[in-house]
């Protein structure tokens, strides 16, 4: 509920500043005739993805490959029986060239995997909007 809150807190903010009702300086009010340009940092997404897998299949080729499937044993055995000490596990895992992901599905078999409960809000927005020209014209 605290999440909600910040969400419902932040929308109502936005949107009084994006009514005018709230005064940011520089933001929507006095602002600069003429605004320096932003940069923004273009990542190229695929570039980056097929450089990772290189890394990765790198790494899997100089590492002890027995020892490294002995420490993901070792933590699936350790999250499985809840005795033991799964950083330390993990750490070793780690110094053996065992990758993050490949650490966490050790961990996986057995406590299986997060998934995050979206909880969103709505209606603040617009209901502090009220009779925003701009918002209006947005919503048809």
Do not use: W
């Not at 932040?10 to 500043?17: D, E, G, K, N, V």
């Not at 100089?62 to 044993?73: G, I, N, S, T």
């Amino acid at each position: 509920l605290p999440k909600l809150r910040i969400e419902e807190a932040a929308a109502r903010t936005q949107a009084r500043i994006d009514s005018h009702q709230q005064v940011i300086v520089g933001v929507n009010k006095h602002r600069l005739p003429k605004e320096d340009p932003i940069d923004i940092l273009e990542i190229d997404n695929t570039a980056v993805r097929k450089q990772q897998i290189e890394r990765l299949n790198d790494l899997r080729s100089h590492r002890d490959e027995k020892a490294v499937q002995e420490a993901l044993e070792a933590i699936t055995k350790c999250v499985e029986t809840k005795e033991g000490n799964l950083l330390d596990l993990a750490v070793k895992a780690a110094g053996l060239r065992a990758s993050l992901g490949e650490i966490s599905d050790a961990c996986e078999k057995v406590v299986g995997r997060y998934k995050a409960v979206i909880r969103t809000i709505s209606g603040v927005y617009s209901s502090e909007s009220g009779e925003d020209k701009d918002f209006a014209h947005a919503k048809e």
